[in-house]
């Protein structure tokens, strides 16, 4: 079946510091890739998406490349602030199925 | 639009108590879901529903009931509230089942005594 792999937290940054959260996938078909992130005490909200392969999804200083190669979706962002303090999660929905997987989350801590 | 409305947004019971959660969606989306999130769990999914009549039983769905009698609304029904349904209840919605953006609700903090 389908499953979403992330690097566990937490992630504990200063500010302007570079950022990387990994993820890897395993699908069966040709999934959509997502990047939600879940503020404190809020529900998850869409980051960023790529729909297929090559694909750069980017937001609010955010990117991830789709990466069939590697079947990865690595979130970046080259200068992180405070504000970006929450839990992330890499998800997947696969055509062929009714449920999209999520991975575990990874909760970033940006220090001052 | 509103997008996804929760209610309540916390509730405190006892155990043997019962309760519905409430969702609800004004985008017509046909996909609606509702998940549990727990320390250290990620996400889980409790039941999901493709459309208005239609559900289906999720990776955790012991203890909860659901129905869909419209597009709108999803609720979920604690029978007979456990310690161990303390959690935070999502619900989320997309447009189709597959490969669309999840739409989240802002969550239910249950806490059962």
């Known amino acids: 079946g389908d499953s979403v792999t992330q690097m566990e937290g937490p992630v504990t940054l200063s500010e302007e510091a570079f950022l990387t959260i990994n993820c890897t996938y395993t699908?069966?078909?040709?999934?959509?890739l997502f990047w939600y992130v879940q503020y404190p005490g809020e529900g998850l909200q869409l980051l960023l998406k790529a729909t297929k392969a090559d694909d750069k999804g980017s937001n609010k200083g955010f990117e991830a490349t789709y990466r069939k190669e590697t079947t990865s979706f690595h979130l970046e962002k080259g200068s992180v602030q405070v504000s970006d303090s929450a839990v992330y999660f890499c998800?997947?929905?696969?055509?062929?199925?009714?449920?999209?997987?999520f991975g575990r989350g990874t909760s970033l801590i940006v220090h001052p | 639009n509103a997008g996804v409305t929760q209610t309540p947004k916390f509730q405190v019971l006892k155990t043997g108590q019962s309760m519905t959660l409430q969702c609800a969606q004004d985008?017509?989306?046909?996909?609606m879901s509702w998940y549990r999130q727990d320390p250290g769990m990620g996400l889980r999914l409790i039941h999901y529903s493709v459309g208005a009549g239609i559900t289906d039983q999720g990776e955790v769905p012991n203890g909860y009931n659901v129905s869909r009698s419209t597009t709108e609304d999803f609720p979920l029904r604690l029978l007979s509230a456990a310690p161990s349904q303390t959690s935070v209840y999502f619900c989320a919605s997309s447009y189709a089942p597959a490969g669309e953006t999840q739409y989240f609700g802002p969550g239910t903090r249950l806490l059962v005594l």
């Open positions: 998800a997947l929905s696969d055509r062929g199925s009714y449920i999209p997987t």
């Open positions: 699908a069966t078909g040709y999934p959509s």
């Open positions: 985008m017509n989306h046909e996909y």
